[in-house]
């Protein structure tokens, strides 16, 4: 049949059984919009309407990549790509599992996770835009994978472009780097309706101890099981050492041994709240303090027929263990002792035991607090009586 024919049709799109030639302007069909299929046009012997609408959806991210504890816009764009209007459309987004949903662009909802938008009508090569932000949780990284989808109140010839899915890097961030004298103070304050946590990055030294105290909690930060200081690993999550109270209020102490001969970088600490989390104010308050606990005696000599004696005191009410380094002249390594003392005791090593014939100077790396060895060394030459006392010094506050 061809589009002269006698069919009294006209207006819409019309499907007919077998082959119609195209319609020509002065025939019946004339002012009528008709459907291309398979290289024919095609209509209806009963004049069906047909109103087919391809809806396609494309999704992107800002920033990518995102640091933890920021916001993240997903942008969601729908074209309708014809050749029917589209009497509606709805997107639908599943948020990725941890984000907090924060906003989104009129005629969007939130619920359980789920973010849903009536865009409304949509004519033939029209579009429509959304955003949606959402909060990346502090401490987080990897990969984020949002997917989108988009439903149309017409049939959909082209289901392949319904959906649309995104990825999002997240890095950590740190709130700063911690050296030996760091002084600073932060709060936990909840960010999007999640828990604070705040990261540090903390350079240890190759064979150097240090200490971070927490204390002067206020607000809620010091309720119940109080503050939480730990240090974890590269991934912001992975605890490597908890810290210990300090007394019996809310203050803890972090006690870092670097016995390595190289410097440790990738490892932070971590200040979280067990008490107010997603409730945190910005009156949820803490200080952080860091000393190097390394302590230093700038002479020994063992050589000729001088031996030198090393006095260590422990002044603190907890065991503490440490490992003394020697260093010749040239600060190269010349030995190691390994050391404990309990609380208040004495110890006294003969360090020509140690590294005989050598001379230098000593380091003692150990887990106790800033300040809880004293000590010196004395340096003895038998064929006089003479004797040299050098003490035993901590980093300077």
Known sequence: MDGGGGGAASGGSFVMAGTAGQPDAGGPFAGGTFQLRSGFWAVAGQGTTVTEADLAITKADGPDPVASGSLLVYTIAVT?????????????????????????????????????????????????????????????????????????????????????????????????????????????????????????????????????????????????????????????STVLQAAEPVGSGPARSLRLV????????????????????????PDDTYRLRVRETTARVPRFNNAGTQVTVLLLQNLSGVPVAGIVYFWDASGSAAGEEPVTLDPRALLVLNTGTVVPGAGGSITVVHDGPYGALAGKTVALEPATGFSFDSPLEPRPR
């Not at 760091?182 to 990055?201: E, I, Q, S």
């Not at 903390?202 to 809620?220: F, H, K, M």
């Not at 670097?258 to 104010?281: F, K, L, P, Y």
């Open 258 to 281: 670097n016995a390595t001969s190289a410097a440790v970088d990738e490892q932070m600490v971590r200040v979280r709240s067990a008490a107010c989390t997603s409730d945190c104010g």
């Open 80 to 236: 309708n790509l014809g050749p029917a209007p589209s009497p509606s459309a709805t997107v639908t987004d599943p948020l990725p599992s941890g984000v907090a949903f924060v906003s989104a662009s009129p005629g969007c909802a939130h619920a359980a996770g789920v973010v849903t938008c009536a865009l409304g009508p949509l004519a033939p090569l029209a579009a429509a835009t959304v955003d949606i932000t959402v909060a990346v949780p502090p401490g987080a990284r990897g990969l984020l994978t949002n997917t989108a989808s988009v439903l149309g109140g017409a049939p959909d010839p082209l289901s392949a472009n319904n959906t649309d899915s995104e990825d999002t890097t997240v890095v950590l961030r740190a709130e700063g780097e911690l050296a030996h004298g760091t002084a600073l103070r932060a709060d936990l304050a909840a960010f999007g309706g999640l828990a604070d946590v705040d990261l540090y990055r903390i350079r240890q030294e190759p064979r150097a101890s240090y200490e971070i105290v927490l204390d002067e909690a206020a607000g809620d930060v010091g309720l119940g099981a109080g503050p939480m200081l730990d240090r974890v690993g590269a991934d912001g």
